[in-house]
């Protein structure tokens, strides 16, 4: 089976109790839950089976080790997660407000993740691995962009595959490099992975058809359109495939395009078709929304086919 691997960050998350606005008063909060975005992903990857592993860093600290355990325990390699000696492990607070918008306090940037580089053991994980899946949230740090740089060139030169999901907060846009970091990713992309409007970062149409024939014709192979409650959309030069989402009771939305992301790469690198591949991300996703907690709703294979059984479908 192919390898997967991510470079990023990994962190906690602490959340709210009640919904409300910010942190300016004392209030119950539940955590801390493992998180970050790459470590979501590759966690999902772990569960359904797929060999797969993370370039990270962590601090020495039980933040970090609470991740650690996680990820190990759920199957990923994480022989390349770096401890480091002195900064502690980046965290993230999070409050829902009653409209579904959400406040967040991150300490990502100087904790121990900006770290993150190409290690001896960084090295040997890219050795071994098929897949490296970008995520735009980890382009936060020179050390960071230059490792993922390095990684896209080794996988690429011996036949390897690139998916990259911007997953990009809008203030993280004007950080110096990242526009040039977004757009070196997007250049060595097999499979892109943008939600809803991020695909018109990557280009100047303003009609979603001409965007993604666009970027086919600039070389992608697959473009796949997370659409939250209205499901997912697949588009390669064989035309496009609409698969509408299970309809769920959405607890908490953080994590599903990390685990709808994880699962579609998943399928897609065991050669399953689109439309398979988009109705079993659409069920990991579901289940992801359907959990309090970033990576409390990651799901494995069996749980996917219990849920998709339940709805009188067969996912494999
Ligand atoms: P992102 O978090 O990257 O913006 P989305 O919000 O589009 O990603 O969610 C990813 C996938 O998770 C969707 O394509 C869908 O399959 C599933 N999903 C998200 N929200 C819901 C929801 N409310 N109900 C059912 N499925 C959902």
Redesign the pocket.
Known sequence: MKKIITIGEIVVEIMAVETGNGFRSAIPLIGPFASGAPAIFIDQAAKLGQPCGIVSTVGNDDFGALNVERLRNDGADVSAIAVHPTAATGSAFVRYRQDGNRDFIFNIKHSACSAIGLTPAAEALVETADHLHIMGSALFSDGIVAAIHEATRRIKAKGGTVSF?P?IRKEMLELPGMREALGHALENTDLFMP??A?IFLFTKATDEKVAVAELLARGIKAVVI???????SYFDASGATL?P????E?VD?????????AAFVTCWLRGMAADKALVI??????R??GVKGPMEGTSSMAEIEAFLAARNLSGV
């Open positions: 999901d997953n939600s809803g991020e997370k659409r939250g409650a209205e499901g997912a698969a989402a299970f309809k769920v959405e939305p953080t994590g599903a395009g990390d685990s709808f992301g991300a659409n069920a990991t996703g579901a992801a929304v």
